[in-house]
Each structure stands twice: as structure tokens, then as C-alpha cells.
């Protein structure tokens, strides 16, 4: 079972008016459940910082300057922070200030608010409900740690194959070529394809491993929300990276206006890059033309690669996303089926989803959502 320290799991009290705040803790303490009371708000502030599972808070005590420490510290908690809070309230009917008070308590989140007298029983549910909230969230954060550390170990266990596999796929080719140059005339034909065969291998497997560096790096979490940047940056970095293949094919490169996203750009660049270096080599006979737009949904961009390319079979639009998932021979289209799982490793980091609209001999349409 999922555990927590007695600290992250006390239950702090603020009331400071009458004996509220003994009859409280000694209703709690009787259950086994470990109390703090704070005479004001800059204490409860303080021990909110330390550490807690929920606190008890009698409306009195909320003045305009306590609740504004509260909001304050609550605004700045960490996205798996919702500290439950339990708001202990004045009794009878509904009056136009209580209505608004409650309407001012709306803004500090996560609260229950209870009407005295109240029954220690009561105290007891809503104590023990806003503690299983509290416990939920120390597991999420729990996870969350535990995954930033899983993906932090895959880049470095990425980063060091990658660096120890090198050398020997780097040593293959060299000698490969220099049997070619310098021992070709004792080869027959037979030979000599050998040889060509064992270079363009290790040719491939040191794109595999800059492909596998790549996937791993877009797996990595990404801490906090990044800053705003522009998306037009990271398009015309990797349209720069393109620049000879973008002349080679004579494609026709059309970039509506670009939004401000909220993204790293080494991963936007990255999505993009591979997007149009796939419409680049797959494309028809007839002059490519690719076109990026951008449009805002609800609180997301969604961004459209299209292309006037080759196509894919309907039954191949959800597998052509997988790892190494490829529909032609390395004959055919050299590379290493990774680039469109890199796309949707990046895009469902950032919370968001990548798909395809086409047919087979009529172009395609790649389209991912990204937070705006």
C-alpha cells in the first residue's frame, strides 16, 4: 500500500476565534490522525510549505488578508498540488453574503464547505475524504517522479549504446571501403556486392542509432510548462536541414501564418522535419508541393502537413505510427521506420495527438494537435 509521511498527512487547523481549534484537534487526535494548529494565516502558510494532507479553516478567520496568503500559496502549487481544504461555515439560512462568500471561496479550488454546529462524525468524513484525495495525489506525483527518472535512464542507457555501438559500425564501414578501394581487383563480382552490402549496412544502422537517440530524447517529460515560443522557428530550422533535399526534389514548400505554441523547440522542429522530409521522399512524379498551416481549436493549435504525394492505404494509416513500421523495402525508400513514431512520441508528450487523412495515390494529410 501507498504511504506517506506523518507530515505530508497531518491535518493543520485555522481558527482562531473561540475553541474551535482544540475541539478539532482533539476530535482528530482521538482517531489517530495528526493535528497542527495555527493561530493565523502566515503560520498556516508556513506549514502548508512543510507539508499536509488537509486543513480545517473556520470561515471567520478567512479576513481579506488570510484568504489572499491562501490564494497565494495555492496559486503556485505544483500541477499534481490540490490541496483539499475543509471550510467550516456559520449556520442557518441563505443570506446574499453567504451566497457570496461562497462564491469567493469558489477561487481557492479544491474545498468542502461544512455548516456548524457540526457532528464530530461529520468532521470525521470530511476529514478522512480530503486525506484519500491527498494520498492520490502524492501517488501521481510519486509517478510522475518515478517516470522522469525511467526516461531520464532511457536517454542515458540511449545515449551510451549509442556512443559504444559507434565505433565498431563506424570501423565496419571504414575497412569496407577501404577492401573496396584497395583489394577490389582480387574480388569477383560476387565479392564486391559483399562488400557493397556491408557498407550500406552499417550506413543503416548508424541512421538506426541517430533515430534511436532521437525517439529517446522525445521521450523525455518535459519539467514544468515550457515557454512560449514561435512555431515559425523550429519550421524553418528543420527547412533549413532540408535545404538540399527541398532543391533536389524541386518541391514547392507553401507556410501559412505559425502561432505561438508551448513546446520545446528541439521537438517541434524535430516533428516537423520528419513530416516533410516523409512527403519529400515519397512523393509522385508530379511537382511536390507541400503546405503547413496552423488553426486554433479550444485551447489547442492544430498544425496540418499536407502533400500531393504518393499516399497511403487506408488500412495502413494507424500501423505506419508504430516503431520500425514501414511499407516499403529499404531498396525501394531507404531509412528506418522511426520518424513517424518520433512525431507521436513528441506530440502525445505535450498531451496532444497525431493522425493522418489519405488515399493511396492522392496525397496525405498529417495533422497533430500541440497545447496552445
Known amino acids: 500500500m501507498f504511504r506517506r509521511s506523518a507530515i505530508e498527512m497531518r491535518v493543520l487547523i485555522l481558527a482562531p476565534v473561540g475553541r474551535d481549534a482544540q475541539l478539532l484537534a482533539d476530535t482528530l487526535t482521538a482517531l489517530h490522525i495528526d493535528t497542527e494548529i495555527s493561530s493565523d494565516e502566515k503560520g498556516l502558510v508556513a506549514l502548508l510549505a512543510e507539508g499536509a494532507g488537509t486543513a480545517i479553516v473556520t470561515e471567520e478567520a478567512l479576513t481579506a488578508d488570510h484568504f489572499q496568503a491562501l490564494a497565494a500559496w495555492l496559486a503556485v502549487q505544483p500541477p499534481w498540488s490540490d490541496m483539499p481544504l475543509v471550510i467550516l461555515t456559520s449556520g442557518g439560512r441563505a443570506t446574499f453574503g453567504s451566497k457570496r462568500r461562497a462564491r469567493e471561496l469558489e477561487t481557492l479550488g479544491n474545498f468542502t464547505l ?29 509517478h510522475q517522479e518515478a517516470l522522469v527518472r525511467a526516461n531520464a535512464d532511457l536517454e542515458q542507457f540511449a545515449h551510451s549504446a549509442s556512443h559504444d555501438l559507434r565505433e565498431p559500425i563506424r570501423s565496419i564501414s571504414v575497412y569496407s571501403e577501404l577492401l573496396a578501394r584497395d583489394h577490389a581487383r582480387f574480388l569477383d563480382p560476387k565479392g564486391k556486392g559483399f562488400i557493397g552490402y556491408i557498407h550500406s549496412s552499417a550506413q543503416h544502422m548508424e541512421t538506426l542509432l541517430d533515430d534511436l ?8 517529460v518535459p519539467v514544468g510548462v515550457p515557454g512560449p515560443i514561435s512555431a515559425k522557428e523550429p519550421l524553418d530550422a528543420a527547412l533549413e536541414n532540408l535545404a538540399g533535399a527541398i532543391r533536389e526534389s524541386s ?3 507553401i507556410v501559412g501564418e ?7 523547440k528541439s521537438h517541434l522542429e524535430q516533428v516537423f522535419q520528419n513530416l516533410v522530409s516523409n512527403a519529400i521522399k515519397y512523393r509522385r512524379e508530379d511537382a511536390l508541393r507541400v503546405q503547413l498551416a496552423a488553426q486554433k481549436q479550444d485551447n489547442h493549435w492544430l498544425f496540418c502537413v499536407e502533400d500531393n504525394g504518393m499516399g497511403i492505404a487506408q488500412e495502413y494509416r494507424e500501423t505506419i505510427f508504430g516503431m520500425f513500421k514501414r511499407l516499403h523495402s529499404n531498396q525501394e525508400y531507404s531509412g528506418t521506420g522511426m520518424g513517424l513514431a518520433i512525431c507521436q512520441r513528441i506530440v502525445e508528450r505535450y498531451r496532444g495527438r497525431i493522425w493522418v487523412e489519405s488515399e493511396l495515390g492522392r496525397g496525405s494529410k498529417f495533422l497533430f494537435t500541440v497545447p496552445a
Open 114 to 142: 461544512i455548516e456548524r454546529p457540526v457532528r464530530p462524525e461529520t468532521i470525521e468524513s470530511a476529514v478522512r475524504a480530503a486525506l484519500r484525495a491527498r494520498l492520490r495525489q502524492y501517488e501521481m506525483r510519486s
Open 213 to 220: 537517440l532521437s525517439y529517446a530524447h522525445a521521450s523525455s
Open 251 to 253: 518541391a514547392s514548400i
Open 258 to 264: 505559425m502561432p505561438i505554441v508551448r513546446m520545446r
